[in-house]
């Protein structure tokens, strides 16, 4: 069945570029400023993913910027214009005003268009999690539900989809001001991996502190098995920022934990996500218990 409605959202949904083509998703960009240099965003060029986090493994310094609601109107415009009304799927307001941006455009163009629609949803979260939750959203869209009846379910679901992570640099949670600098210089000395995840209000919050990356991606996969809650169709989604031996290690020990024909997605960081967790993040998201 056709979808009755267009699904719009932001480049921190995570999924690779055939997910947004095949469902014919409009992805609008967030952006990062290189060494000064700006990237993604409305205009800005585009660098090859394992350039970027090469980059920022040299040190290079590196700011993000969020989605703005002038970027946001012409997307939005176009399916009103087409006589079709729109689900925003955002990321994590908690940690970004891309969400604010989209309430923003959708508000004002609701009121050029009347009888048009603009359901903005929150995903509270981000990366591979938002793009897991767009993906149970088009299932249900598909299948025939309508505009509130997709936002009812993802509203529920959003609380069920989690977020594990951790990194393997601390300097970079330091920069976002996730930690300390004293936590920082700590941890490097003892070689301390965090194990983090997203609260139920959208931030980040931790799990545990492990020592040694080995552990860590162990402990990781531990803490996945506790939460979940799957069923047979039910996929695991891992991201990660250019440790693609640490990917398919983590894609092993999901395997050893929820059968080997689950279905597992990894894909790299998008460079936004990234600039906060740094190079040797990996995260995985999957339906569990509602987050804790």
Same mark, same amino acid.
């Given at each position: 069945?056709?979808?009755?409605?267009?699904?719009?959202?932001?480049?921190?949904?995570?999924?690779?570029?055939?997910?947004?083509?095949?469902?014919?998703?409009?992805?609008?960009?967030? *952006?990062?400023?290189?060494?000064?240099?700006?990237?993604?965003?409305?205009?800005?060029?585009?660098?090859?993913?394992?350039? !970027?986090?090469?980059?920022?493994?040299? *040190?290079?310094?590196?700011?993000?910027?969020?989605?703005? /609601?002038?970027?946001?109107?012409?997307?939005?415009?176009?399916? !009103?214009?087409?006589?079709?009304?729109?689900?925003?799927?955002?990321?994590?307001?908690?940690?970004?005003?891309?969400?604010?941006? !989209?309430?923003?455009?959708?508000?004002?163009?609701?009121?050029?268009?009347?009888?048009?629609?603009?359901?903005?949803?929150?995903?509270?979260?981000?990366?591979?999690?938002?793009?897991?939750?767009?993906?149970?959203?088009?299932?249900? /869209?598909?299948?025939?539900?309508?505009?509130?009846?997709?936002?009812?379910?993802?509203?529920?679901?959003?609380?069920?989809?989690?977020?594990?992570?951790?990194?393997?640099?601390?300097?970079?949670?330091?920069?976002?001001?996730?930690?300390?600098?004293?936590?920082?210089?700590?941890?490097?000395?003892?070689?301390?991996?965090?194990?983090?995840?997203?609260?139920?209000?959208?931030?980040?919050?931790?799990? /545990?502190?492990?020592?040694?990356?080995?552990? /860590?991606?162990?402990?990781?996969?531990?803490?996945?098995?506790?939460?979940?809650?799957?069923?047979?169709?039910?996929?695991?989604?891992?991201?990660? *920022?250019?440790?693609?031996?640490?990917?398919?290690?983590?894609?092993?020990?999901?395997?050893?934990?929820? *059968?080997?024909?689950?279905?597992?997605?990894?894909?790299?960081?998008?460079?936004?996500?990234?600039?906060?967790?740094?190079?040797?993040?990996?995260?995985?998201?999957?339906?569990?218990?509602?987050?804790?």
């Amino acid at each position: 069945m056709t979808r009755q409605f267009d699904i719009i959202t932001d480049s921190c949904s995570g999924m690779p570029r055939e997910f947004y083509e095949e469902h014919h998703i409009a992805e609008l960009p967030l *952006g990062y400023t290189l060494d000064g240099v700006s990237y993604g965003g409305a205009d800005g060029e585009t660098l090859p993913v394992k350039e !970027f986090y090469a980059r920022l493994r040299a *040190g290079a310094e590196c700011h993000t910027f969020q989605v703005t /609601a002038e970027q946001v109107r012409p997307c939005i415009e176009q399916s !009103f214009r087409a006589g079709r009304d729109v689900l925003a799927v955002v990321f994590s307001s908690a940690l970004s005003g891309t969400a604010s941006s !989209f309430s923003v455009a959708a508000t004002s163009l609701v009121e050029e268009f009347p009888g048009r629609r603009a359901l903005v949803l929150d995903s509270m979260g981000g990366s591979m999690g938002e793009g897991m939750l767009i993906e149970y959203l088009l299932k249900k /869209a598909d299948a025939g539900a309508s505009l509130d009846e997709v936002y009812a379910y993802g509203e529920s679901l959003k609380k069920r989809i989690q977020h594990l992570f951790t990194v393997d640099d601390l300097e970079f949670l330091k920069k976002g001001g996730r930690i300390s600098p004293a936590v920082a210089v700590v941890g490097k000395l003892l070689k301390i991996k965090p194990l983090l995840h997203a609260t139920p209000k959208g931030t980040l919050g931790p799990i /545990a502190k492990i020592v040694g990356r080995k552990r /860590a991606l162990e402990a990781l996969a531990d803490e996945a098995k506790r939460r979940a809650e799957l069923e047979k169709d039910d996929p695991v989604f891992i991201a990660h *920022g250019d440790c693609e031996e640490d990917a398919l290690r983590m894609e092993t020990l999901l395997r050893e934990r929820f *059968g080997q024909d689950r279905r597992i997605l990894i894909n790299y960081m998008d460079p936004v996500m990234g600039t906060h967790g740094g190079p040797g993040i990996l995260a995985i998201f999957f339906k569990g218990k509602i987050r804790e």
